[in-house]
């Protein structure tokens, strides 16, 4: 099995259930030295935890309620880091947002059309904006910024083309795509990652 390096703290945001919290056991399995679980849930995040603890009761996990979209609150987030553990090697930015699926644009809800920007893209753009700068000042760090990424991004018809969905999604691998352009030169390792359709939450609100 892969073992991290010693000592190796990661970031997940959103991580209270789902993907999130299966990336949060698996680097717990991976021997992280401390893991740092964020999300708008505590409780999912309080489940997570334990489960990670379970796995390796010697790991150093923070809990921090944090809403994506809210720049102060990411803000908070980077700042939490700092504070507890000093150092920051990977972000794994996981929250998404869907909504149910409209096949017209004319039916589509403005507001969640409107959430859903702000959480799969808008929360990247914020999440990069507070944490990389934690990524790239940590001394002999990993440097990796990961986001949980769709196929969806390059659809344009068929009974998933949720364009609320679709457009934030493309959307959000361009911008990683600017993220690894204007920081790769330090060092950054940043990646998109699809993980195919998954039974969750987010999927069964479609």
Sequence with gaps: SIKLPQPSVVCVVGASRGIGAGIAKAYAKASATGLVLASRRISGLEETAASCKRIDPNIEIEIVECDITSASSVSALAERIKTRFGRLDVVMVNSGASGAIVPKLTDADPATFQQ?????????????KFLLPVLLGTKDGAKNFITVSSFAALIIRGPFANAQ???SKLAQL????????????????????????????LTAVT
């Design 165 to 167: 969905y679709c457009v």
């Design 174 to 201: 361009k911008l990683m795509e600017h993220v690894h352009e204007q920081y790769h030169d330090e060092g950054l390792l940043s990646w998109s990652v699809h993980p195919g359709s998954v039974d969750s939450e």
């Design 116 to 128: 859903t920007i702000d959480v799969n893209y808008i929360g990247l753009f914020l999440s990069a």
